[in-house]
C-alpha cells in the first residue's frame, strides 16, 4: 500500500480520495474549502493543513483541481516539497498545453508525471467506476495503474504526454455535440406530432443509437438512469460541459483543425449557461433548445 497525495477534494477529488482510502493506500489530503476537508476526514483521509505538508513523504501525488491554472500554481508548491522518486498524476480536465507544461516542469525536476483525466462524473467518483485517459511514459503508467484502479472501471494509456487531455476532449466533443443532436430530434419529433416513447424506441435500437440517448436521455421516464428523470440534477454540469467544449476547440483552434460541429455546440452550451443552465446536468439543454423553438414560433422568427 502506497502513501498518495491527494490535491482538491470537491465533487470529485473527494469520493475518489475516500476510494483509495478504502482500498488500504494512506491518503494525506489538502483542499482550500473547510466542507471538504471535513467530508475527506470523515471518509479515513488524513487532513493537512498545505499542499507541501500533503506532499511530503507521499510516494505519489494526485492532484484534481478546476483549471490549467490551478494546476501550474499548486505545482509550484508540489515540486519543492516531494520527495525523489514521487510519481505526479494530475487528473484535472486542462488545456493540452497546460498538461503538456505541467510534465516539462515536473520533468525539470526529476519526476515521473502523467495527465490522467477521467470520464464518469460523481456517480463514477463515487462508485469506483471512472474511467482514466492516461497520458504519459508507459514505465510512469506501470506504476500509476494499481494507484488508479481503486477508483476506476478502466485505466486506459493514451499515450505520450498530454494524450490523456486530448482523448478527455475529444470524448467531450462527441458527447456534447450527441447531447444536442439528441435534444433537437426530441424537440423535432414533439412538434410534429411523434410521442417521445416511439421515437426511443426505434433509434434506441437503430443507427441513432448513443450514449446521449440510452443512458442519459433528455426526455424524463424513458431511462433508469436519466438525469431527467430527477429534475436535471446534474451528474455532469452544463457548465462543466462548456468548460471542456472550449478547451477543445481551443485545442482545435491551436492544431488547425476544422471542428465546425465542436464550435457550434459550444456556442449552444454557452447560451444554456447565459440562460441559466450550468447548474443543471448538461443534458437539460433540451429545454433551451424547447423554449427556443416556441419563441421563433410564437414571433415568426428563425429558431
Known amino acids: 500500500m502506497a502513501v498518495i497525495g491527494f490535491i482538491g477534494l470537491g465533487h470529485m477529488g473527494g469520493p475518489m480520495s475516500a476510494n483509495l482510502v478504502k482500498a488500504g493506500h494512506t491518503v494525506r489530503g489538502f483542499d482550500l474549502v473547510p466542507a471538504a476537508l471535513e467530508a475527506a476526514q470523515a471518509n479515513g483521509v ?9 506532499v511530503t513523504g507521499a510516494e505519489a501525488v494526485i492532484t484534481m483541481l478546476p483549471s490549467g491554472k490551478h494546476l501550474l500554481d499548486c505545482y509550484e508548491q508540489v515540486l519543492p516539497a516531494a520527495q525523489p ?14 498538461a503538456r507544461a505541467a510534465h516539462e516542469l515536473a520533468g525539470a525536476e526529476g519526476f515521473g508525471s502523467l495527465d490522467a483525466p477521467v470520464s464518469g462524473g460523481t456517480a463514477g467518483a463515487e ?18 495503474e494499481p494507484l488508479l484502479e481503486p477508483m476506476a472501471r478502466k485505466v486506459i494509456h493514451c499515450g505520450g504526454p498530454g494524450n490523456g487531455q486530448v482523448t478527455k476532449m475529444c470524448n467531450n466533443l462527441i458527447l456534447g455535440a450527441s447531447m ?13 406530432g411523434l410521442s417521445n416513447q416511439a421515437l ?29 428523470n430527477h429534475d436535471y440534477e446534474p451528474g455532469f454540469s452544463a457548465a462543466l460541459m462548456l468548460k471542456d467544449l472550449k478547451l477543445a476547440e481551443s485545442a482545435a483552434q491551436q492544431s488547425g483543425t476544422d471542428a465546425s460541429i465542436g464550435r457550434l455546440a459550444t456556442e449552444l452550451y454557452q447560451r444554456f449557461n447565459e440562460e441559466g443552465g450550468g447548474s443543471y446536468d448538461f443534458s437539460a439543454i433540451i429545454r433551451s433548445i424547447r423554449e427556443h423553438s416556441e419563441r421563433a414560433e410564437a414571433t415568426g422568427t428563425s429558431a
Do not use: K
Open 46 to 54: 488524513t487532513v493537512a493543513g498545505s499542499v507541501a505538508e500533503a
Open 127 to 144: 462508485a469506483g467506476t471512472l474511467t482514466f485517459m492516461v497520458g504519459g511514459a508507459e514505465e510512469h503508467f506501470q506504476r500509476a
Open 180 to 192: 444536442v443532436a439528441v435534444g433537437e430530434a426530441f424537440v423535432l419529433g414533439e412538434r410534429l
Open 85 to 98: 522518486g514521487v510519481l505526479l498524476i494530475d487528473s484535472s480536465t486542462v488545456d493540452v498545453a497546460d
Open 200 to 228: 426511443y424506441d426505434v433509434a434506441s435500437i437503430s443507427t441513432g443509437q448513443c450514449w446521449a440517448l440510452t443512458t442519459n436521455c433528455p426526455v424524463p421516464d424513458l431511462v433508469e438512469t436519466s438525469r431527467a
